[in-house]
């Protein structure tokens, strides 16, 4: 058994060999220099002037800008740091990172413990970009959280990060969503995952997946054990089969360490209901089902009643934008008011549902305390659901923070106003004030068993 080191900025990296394989036991300050370390700061910023130096190549102004900001944490050493350079930041002027700049940072970055998340968000990076960062990833040891969510990168792009993540062994968060890699791109992350067994969350969606790569994802995600999130959202389908649905409830019947999975937008009818609702009474490791945007009809809603009837574990159910309407609603409510005792959130926002079946809803969070959030605008209110709803607000049975709507009162009439609160409302974007410092606006992110940073709920 040998033992490998290596340093950086102060930092000693103790490894064990086991078996052929490296196992990170911590991060060691060296002895003699932890006074040293602790009294001098980084400076990315001044590491970056350099590498634009000896790359001729000029300095990106926002870069340099987060950078010096960076340097100025006092947090660095201890916790490590996410680097926020997001293209669509609306605090500071922003100048779009590009192929070129990326090249930049990552040899600026490379050798940096201390950096541990790097968003770069609504960017213009390409598939050169790609390979700047493919490069990156096969190198770099200690980044968790990388965000490439609405860049330029294509097929080719997605090919390169996929083969550095073979090689990974410490990335646990990607988001590639929005780079239209498409069906091929959505391969080569299936071939990753056969071999990667690092990574936990993964998110695709909008990226013009296909049906070849939504199976090839499903199947290898029954041997994959270390994903515990992916989202699916909006792949290109053209057949009215379901047969991406099919494959990913066979999936759900043979996986259990997959907790959450995002599957809005894949047209998902009758018989995809069915089918994933069959395979969940099976599963009991998935907690967030997220089903938005599809074409639930009431008659599909009888198999999700008959799962909350049977199934133990799923904690987050969101049916945003389908078409479930007052007897959906009822088949719910019945479920929840009888039988289930795990659901804690419920999204049923735009489905066509009228007084009827909201106060049927409302009526069922009187006698199941477990149901904490409930999401209800967009459909038909009467003075009955208003009153409803302002009931359990009043009566403290439902948090303001923990729903979408808000009572008031004209002429001695009570209405509902929207607010602004969801599961993930700031899914695609960010307020213009900055980071949000509560959840109400992202509940999923404080109920979900995995969060923006993987800390598992307990």
Not at 40 to 69: G, R, T, W
Not at 166 to 193: C, D, H, P, V, W
Not at 427 to 439: R, V
């Amino acid at each position: 058994m040998g033992s490998k080191w290596s340093t950086g900025q102060g930092f000693a990296r103790c490894w064990t060999r086991q078996g052929g394989s490296q196992s990170r036991i911590s991060f060691l300050v060296l002895e003699g220099l932890a006074t040293d370390v602790m009294s001098v700061l980084p400076d990315l910023h001044q590491q970056y002037l350099q590498a634009c130096q000896k790359l001729s190549q000029p300095e990106n102004p926002f870069i340099a800008y987060m950078l010096q900001e960076a340097d100025k944490n006092d947090k660095i050493w201890t916790k490590g740091i996410t680097l926020r350079i997001a293209g669509n930041n609306r605090l500071v002027p922003v100048q779009r990172v590009t192929d070129e700049d990326l090249q930049a940072l990552a040899a600026t970055l490379q050798n940096t413990v201390f950096v541990t998340g790097l968003d770069l968000r609504y960017n213009v990076l390409t598939d050169d970009g790609a390979k700047h960062m493919a490069e990156f990833l096969q190198e770099n040891s200690t980044l968790r959280y990388l965000n490439l969510m609405f860049n330029d990168i294509g097929t080719s792009g997605a090919e390169l990060i996929a083969r550095a993540l073979q090689r990974n062994e410490t990335l646990l968060y990607l988001r590639m969503t929005g780079n239209k890699i498409g069906n091929k791109g959505g391969m080569f992350f299936a071939s990753m995952l056969q071999i990667n067994s690092v990574l936990e969350k993964l998110d695709l969606g909008d990226c013009d997946l296909g049906t070849q790569s939504l199976i090839a994802i499903a199947t290898v995600l029954t041997q994959n054990k270390s994903v515990k999130a992916i989202n699916l959202n909006r792949p290109l389908l053209y057949s009215q089969e379901e047969e991406s649905t099919v494959h990913i409830a066979l999936m759900l019947k043979r996986t259990s360490s997959l907790v959450e999975l995002h599957l809005c937008k894949h047209e998902m009818k009758n018989f995809g209901v069915e089918r994933l609702c069959e395979a969940l009474y099976e599963n009991c490791s998935l907690r967030y089902l997220d089903l938005s945007c599809n074409k639930i009809t009431r008659d599909d809603v009888k198999f999700l009643g008959e799962l909350l009837k049977r199934n133990q574990t799923l904690q987050i159910l969101d049916l945003n934008s389908n078409r479930i309407e007052d007897d959906g609603a009822i088949y719910l409510s019945e479920a929840l008011a009888l039988c289930n005792r795990t659901l804690q959130a419920l999204s049923v926002a735009s489905n066509n549902v009228s007084g009827k079946g909201l106060v049927a809803l409302s009526d069922a969070m009187k006698t199941n305390m477990e149901l904490s959030y409930i999401y209800i605008w967009g459909n038909k209110f009467d003075e009955a659901t208003c009153m409803a709803f302002s009931e359990l607000i009043q009566t403290g049975r439902l948090k303001p923070s923990c729903t979408d709507v808000e009572p008031y009162e004209v002429d001695g009439h009570i209405h509902l106003a929207e607010v602004s609160h969801g599961l993930k409302k700031h899914y695609y974007w960010t307020p213009s004030f900055g980071e949000m410092k509560n959840k109400d606006a992202n509940a999923s992110l404080a109920i979900g068993a995995v969060s923006e940073y993987l800390q598992k709920k307990q």
